[in-house]
């Protein structure tokens, strides 16, 4: 699914974001990025959506080797990774069904196809109801569900989630990695950078810590390793 | 493009237009000023060039036949004129009818020359027009080499000088109209960059979800071809009522009757044409070319 190899890079500023990552994911994984802030979490995602190039290296991603890959088709696997953020990013104008039905007319699909998607993955994060809302309208977890409806609404085989309980209380938070759980159970490899220890050492799936650019811990059924 | 894209490409960039109003009017002035100039360069240009057209026609080459000449040798200049490369068309005219002309062109006055119809001084005269009224000067030349020429008149300097300024004319006019258009180009692009960095969360979260640079560049192409469109409406409505007004109620050159502007129909609505599909290509220029630093990453 994913093989980085000897990655490095470094920001023009001079900051040495990664410093020699090797790591391999399976398809179907469930994964904890832990470490401090700006030890490279961020660069790890944005690396695998190719936002950010490697100085050096080899990475991998649903067996398309991102080095080569020429411009024309980083959106083509893009459309194979869903990406959920902190700040949820979700269009403010646009109602929660709009937000959804969006990134599926980017990629073309038929406009029935559309709908019988759209209200798929607003079951799946239990908000049919609220298809007509504007996300303003909506509290920070139910803003994250649709953020995580639209992430996978063209079925992506990688699901990276960045910090995304990070915004909301804890109780929402369970919410959120039920609903992130349920995706991973269909098969779908799901990546998290997270600072939360009580879902990390809750919920034990393989945690790969990550300071100054170099991993430094990669664990199966891990703890989160950090004080809180 | 599946039809359901293209539609809501059309619906997207519509929307756009709409909501940034005030970015809308901006562009539209701009390219409404442009179009207006542009507008007013193309008729002159053209009505200039129909004017020299028009002048070119009635250049021509009188040669004059010596008034020894015999019966044989002129038929002989004509044979050699007409083996000219260059020359149009060859009429000879007889020195009455030459003299009946120039009484007739002279009015009034032509009445003191009719007493020469007793003994003629004119020449009997071969009236030459060059293929291509460019060459008049070259064609000229050649014949004045030939036997039983007397002598060969052509508005020399005239015809020189109205080449001269036209070429001028023509290439000034091009020069200010690309000026123009640049500039258009240029404020637009700025104009619709203003409101991009509203929506780059957008063009961003587009990018995340897979789209390509193509499907995110139509709304701004559609948006542009609205503007351009809607800046061209003042400029063709000007330049069809103007030129209506000029050609129907204005005598612009009464001493000079034998100068035409070109007729309203077609040519109002050819500019017309020209000038929306000139704003249509400043509009769309500018809206992508304002887009494509945000394509990047």
């Known amino acids: 699914m994913i093989d980085m190899q000897d990655i490095y890079m470094t920001y023009p500023n001079g900051v040495v974001a990664l410093n020699g990552i090797n790591v391999t994911i399976e398809q179907g994984e469930f994964v904890y990025i832990v470490g401090p802030s700006g030890a490279g979490k961020s660069t790890f995602s944005k690396m695998l959506l190719r936002e950010e190039v490697p100085d050096r290296g080899r990475i991998i991603v649903n067996n398309k080797d991102l080095s080569n890959l020429k411009m024309k088709e980083i959106p083509y696997l893009r459309r194979d990774v869903g990406m959920v953020y902190q700040d949820f990013r979700l269009l403010p104008r646009l109602t929660v069904y709009e937000n959804i039905s969006f990134a599926l007319e980017v990629i073309e699909e038929s406009p029935k196809s559309i709908r019988r998607r759209v209200m798929e993955v607003l079951d799946l994060v239990g908000l049919k109801n609220k298809a007509r809302f504007i996300p303003d309208e909506l509290s920070g977890g139910e803003q994250q569900r649709v953020a995580i409806a639209r992430a996978i609404a063209n079925r992506p085989q990688l699901l990276i989630a960045d910090e995304p309980t990070g915004n909301l209380d804890p109780e929402t938070s369970w919410e959120i990695m039920r609903i992130l759980e349920e995706i991973n159970n269909t098969g779908t490899t799901v990546i998290m950078a997270t600072h939360s220890r009580e879902i990390v050492n809750a919920i034990k799936k393989r945690v790969i810590a990550i300071e100054d650019g170099l991993i430094v811990r990669d664990e199966h059924r891990g703890e989160y390793g950090y004080e809180a | ?297």
């Not at chain 2, 020299?52 to 050699?80: F, G, H, P, R, Y």
């Not at chain 2, 929306?276 to 220029?285: E, L, Q, S």
Request: no cysteine; net charge negative; aromatic share 10%.
């Open chain 2, 1 to 297: 493009m599946k039809l359901s894209t293209l539609k809501r490409h059309m619906k997207e960039g519509t929307r756009n237009t709409w909501r940034n109003s005030w970015m809308t009017i901006a562009s539209v002035g701009a390219v409404t000023t442009t179009l207006i100039l542009v507008g007013t360069f193309l008729i002159l240009m053209f009505n200039l060039n129909h004017v020299a057209e028009q002048l070119e026609e009635d250049v021509q080459i009188k040669t004059m036949i010596d008034l020894t000449a015999e019966q044989s040798e002129v038929n002989q200049l004509e044979e050699n004129i007409r083996s000219i490369d260059e020359v149009g068309t060859v009429e000879f005219r007889t020195k009455e009818e030459e003299l009946e002309s120039l009484i007739e062109s002279m009015g009034e006055q032509g009445e003191a020359w009719e007493m020469y119809q007793q003994s003629n001084p004119l020449n009997d005269v071969f009236v030459v027009k060059a293929a291509d009224p460019a060459n008049t000067a070259k064609v000229a030349n050649e014949i004045g080499t030939l036997n039983a020429v007397d002598k060969v008149e052509y508005g020399e300097d005239y015809v020189d000088r109205l080449f001269t300024f036209n070429d001028y004319a023509r290439n000034i006019g091009l020069i200010l109209i690309v000026a123009l258009i640049f500039t258009a180009i240029f404020l637009i692009s700025n104009t619709i960059k203003i409101t991009i960095m509203a929506r780059k969360k957008e063009i961003n979260i587009m990018k995340l979800v897979g789209a390509t640079n193509g499907f995110i560049r139509w709304p701004f192409f559609v948006e542009g071809l609205i503007l351009g469109v809607l800046g061209s409406i003042i400029p063709v409505a000007l330049t069809l009522f103007g030129y209506y007004y000029l050609t129907h109620n204005v005598v612009i050159f009464e001493q000079f009757s034998f100068v035409q502007l070109l007729p309203f129909t077609p040519f109002a609505w050819q500019v017309s044409g020209l000038i929306i599909g000139i704003g249509a290509a400043i509009g769309v220029w500018g809206s992508v070319m304002s887009v494509r630093k945000f394509l990047k990453v």
